[in-house]
């Protein structure tokens, strides 16, 4: 393998484990949210990631300086991307609250990466290969075993679960939407500090209304703001600061697929800690969502592999 060859391969190493450990971090969300039973899915989405990306805007500031440019030759690329990243919460944290802490990151997750490849193969061309395809189906039906093995709950509402599956595939598309967003900015040649304050900040700049209307359970009670703080602090605001670190090296069908063990991370949280119940036929999920990211981690997801001069002009800018 030659020079150029070997740092691409480790950049794209170090990008995909950024992206699992954001995985982790992500996956805590939905059981922290349970923690503030008196504030709405909408004032957790809006505080969560309205105040996570205003803090995105503000360590970004230089960068967004002298980006300025470039980003407003991208402004429709910004703009669409920051309407997806007001869309997001909104619509994750209503389809858990609808359908409960694993079917609602399930669903969320698991239809992103199928958002993802179209994106690509949409509006790229990229013909994703066989190895990605086979994560995709391995991600989607262990996502499927977790969703059929709630469903049987006599807790559980029909109404509910399809208005949960129907905001959980909001969620997917929109996750799906702004992290091509992002990466396409890089390629462009905005780098990675400005792409994500850019479109990070512009939709924490959109939730901030919706925080105003909604937020006033957030500091009603002590726990309430910590779950709040740390909401926007740790899952949002460090977990996208990774996300971006990743998208500089990673394509977004990768990193979305990636993105399958936060269900995994969640689900499992929901048992241990909030006492939501998991059958066999949700273990087995999670086992199969396991081998598809092993998958992912050993074999390429496009056909053509990326090369090096794709991936690390946007990976060292600042």
């Known amino acids: 393998m030659s020079g150029t060859a070997n740092r691409a391969a480790?950049?794209?190493?170090?990008?995909?484990?950024?992206i699992l450990v954001t995985?982790?971090?992500?996956?805590?969300t939905g059981t922290a949210a349970t923690f503030?039973?008196?504030?709405?899915?909408?004032?957790?989405?809006?505080?969560?990631?309205g105040i996570g990306g205003l803090l995105q805007a503000a360590i970004a500031v230089p960068a967004l300086r002298s980006e300025r440019g470039r980003l407003r030759a991208n402004a429709g690329l910004v703009a669409v991307g920051a309407l997806a990243v007001a869309i997001y919460p909104?619509?994750?944290?209503?389809?858990?609250?609808?359908?409960?802490?694993?079917?609602?990151?399930?669903?969320s997750l698991a239809s992103a990466p199928l958002a993802s490849g179209l994106l690509e193969?949409?509006?790229?061309?990229?013909?994703?290969?066989r190895w990605w395809m086979l994560a995709a189906f391995l991600g989607i039906a262990g996502s499927a075993l977790l969703c059929t093995s709630r469903a049987g709950e006599a807790s559980a509402?029909?109404?509910?679960t399809i208005a949960s599956i129907g905001l959980g595939l909001v969620a997917g598309i929109t996750y799906a939407v702004y992290s091509w967003i992002v990466h396409r900015l890089m390629q462009q040649g905005v780098g990675r500090a400005a792409s994500m304050?850019?479109?990070f900040g512009a939709g924490g700049a959109l939730l901030v209304p919706v925080l105003a209307v909604t937020g006033a359970p957030l500091v009603a009670s002590p726990s309430s703001f910590m779950v709040a703080a740390y909401m926007a602090l740790i899952p949002m605001f460090a977990g996208y600061f990774l996300f971006g670190f990743g998208l500089a090296r990673v394509?977004?069908?990768?990193?979305?697929?990636?993105?399958?063990?936060?269900?995994?991370?969640?689900?499992?949280?929901?048992?241990?800690?909030?006492?939501?119940?998991?059958?066999?036929?949700?273990?087995?999920?999670?086992?199969?969502?396991?081998?598809?990211?092993?998958?992912?981690?050993l074999a390429p997801a496009t056909v053509e592999a990326e090369s090096h001069a794709a991936l690390v002009p946007s990976a060292v800018r600042a």
């Not at 995985?23 to 805590?28: A, D, N, R």
């Not at 909104?90 to 669903?107: E, K, R």
């Not at 509402?157 to 509910?160: I, K, L, M, N, Y």
């Not at 977004?252 to 059958?279: F, M």
Request: hydrophobic share 60%; proline share 5%; aromatic share 4%.
């Open 10 to 18: 480790k950049g794209a190493a170090a990008g995909a484990a950024a």
């Open 23 to 28: 995985s982790f971090l992500w996956g805590t």
């Open 36 to 49: 503030a039973p008196g504030a709405g899915p909408l004032a957790i989405g809006a505080a969560a990631l």
């Open 90 to 107: 909104l619509a994750f944290y209503s389809s858990m609250h609808l359908g409960g802490v694993a079917i609602g990151t399930v669903v």
């Open 121 to 129: 193969r949409l509006l790229e061309r990229r013909a994703l290969s």
């Open 157 to 160: 509402s029909v109404p509910g």
């Open 197 to 199: 304050g850019a479109v």
């Open 251 to 297: 394509r977004p069908s990768t990193a979305t697929t990636l993105t399958l063990a936060e269900p995994a991370v969640a689900a499992v949280l929901a048992v241990l800690v909030v006492g939501e119940r998991l059958s066999v036929l949700g273990w087995a999920g999670l086992s199969v969502i396991g081998a598809a990211l092993v998958v992912l981690a």
